[in-house]
């Protein structure tokens, strides 16, 4: 199966500092990416995506940073608040067959 | 507008019992996936409709799991004799029209529990 991992399984961040959230993929013909949020008792809320023409997208307060070289992804959060607790996903979509495929998540908690 | 719902929220159940779950997909989405998330764990996918067409199954765990959606728009996920490593949180996504460079929007979700 494919292999999306995360490098760190729980973060832990200071109110008002940037957080960081990276995951590695092994599928070189993924060509779409996505992340989750996934609150405590909630289903995955989809947060920014990035096709793989693109290196860089940005949204409100999250930017998505793509290097297809090393097969990496990560997503930053700007001025993080605790609201932004929760489990991060991130998916991508191997390009072959109906199925995305997701990583173990990270959990990050925001400490007032 | 409306997102993905999902019906119970949670279901208790003795293993050896078959239990169904429910997934309403945002409306005018032709794509709809189920997956099974268990404690700590990522996302497994179980199975994929889209329009009319044959559901892709591959993901489904053993014979014991079935899935169908009427319409094209409801879908029922069945276990039968429901085993106590079926516990898990089990997902249903849709999205408009299945392409593999589109977002899926995911329901709450249904935790189910075998004792």
């Known amino acids: 199966g494919e292999n999306v991992g995360l490098h760190l399984p729980t973060l832990s961040v200071q109110e008002g500092d940037n957080s960081i959230i990276n995951c590695a993929y092994s599928n070189s013909a993924s060509d779409y990416f996505i992340w989750y949020k996934q609150e405590s008792g909630k289903g995955p809320q989809f947060i920014i995506d990035i096709r793989s023409n693109m290196d860089k997208r940005q949204g409100q307060r999250v930017t998505v940073l793509l290097n297809k070289t090393v097969k990496h992804l990560s997503l930053q959060i700007a001025a993080t608040q605790p609201g932004d607790s929760a489990v991060y996903f991130c998916a991508e979509n191997g390009n072959t067959g109906n199925q995305f495929y997701f990583g173990t998540g990270t959990s990050l908690t925001v400490i007032p | 507008g409306a997102g993905v719902s999902q019906s119970p929220s949670n279901k208790v159940t003795e293993k050896g019992k078959d239990v169904e779950l429910r997934c309403d997909p945002i409306s005018g989405h032709t794509a709809l996936y189920w997956y099974r998330q268990s404690l700590g764990q990522g996302l497994e996918f179980l199975i994929y409709?889209?329009?009319?067409?044959?559901?892709?199954k591959s993901g489904l765990p053993s014979d014991r799991f079935s899935a169908e959606r009427t319409g094209g728009s409801v879908s029922t996920l069945t276990i039968q004799r429901t085993q106590q490593e079926d516990s898990a949180v089990y997902l249903c996504?849709?999205?408009?029209?299945?392409?593999?460079?589109?977002?899926?929007?995911f329901g709450p979700g249904t935790r189910l529990l075998v004792l």
């Open positions: 996504a849709s999205s408009l029209a299945g392409d593999q460079r589109e977002t899926q929007y």
């Open positions: 409709f889209q329009g009319n067409s044959a559901p892709d």
